[in-house]
């Protein structure tokens, strides 16, 4: 089984900082993407930021300049940097890994796809 605990959340004013973190545990050989979604209220969950495991990032629109996702493959770690946070980024940021390959049947890699289970940003004033 593999689990991603996510940590980091909390109440920050507008222009505040917060850096989460979210470490994967379990049985398995690598992770493809890792990646960091976000879920307002009343509103669609939406991905936020994006790191394979070949080193590219990729951010939403809104994000840029001011989130940056970083990976620590040693520690199965992926962290989202975010700075200049405005209300708007109020919501629960999920952790999820894509493409997690595990031990299968027959010796062949079994691939799954995990998600962390939440962590809160409020920011307001």
């Known amino acids: 089984q593999v689990q991603l605990v996510e940590s980091g959340g909390g109440l920050v004013q507008p222009g505040g900082s917060l850096n989460l973190s979210c470490a994967a545990s379990g049985n398995f050989f690598s992770i493809y993407a890792m990646n960091w979604y976000r879920q307002a209220p009343g509103k669609q969950r939406e991905l936020v930021a994006t790191?394979?495991?070949?080193?590219?990032?990729n951010y939403a629109d809104s994000v840029k300049g001011r989130f940056t996702i970083s990976r620590d493959n040693a520690r199965s770690t992926v962290y989202l940097q975010m700075n200049s946070l405005k209300p708007e980024d109020t919501a629960v940021y999920y952790c999820?890994?894509?493409?997690?390959?595990?031990?299968?049947?027959?010796?062949?890699?079994?691939?799954?796809?995990?998600w962390g289970q939440g962590t809160l940003v409020t920011v307001s004033s």
């Open positions: 790191d394979t495991n070949s080193g590219s990032t």
């Open positions: 999820n890994a894509d493409r997690v390959a595990t031990p299968g049947e027959g010796g062949r890699d079994r691939y799954l796809e995990v």
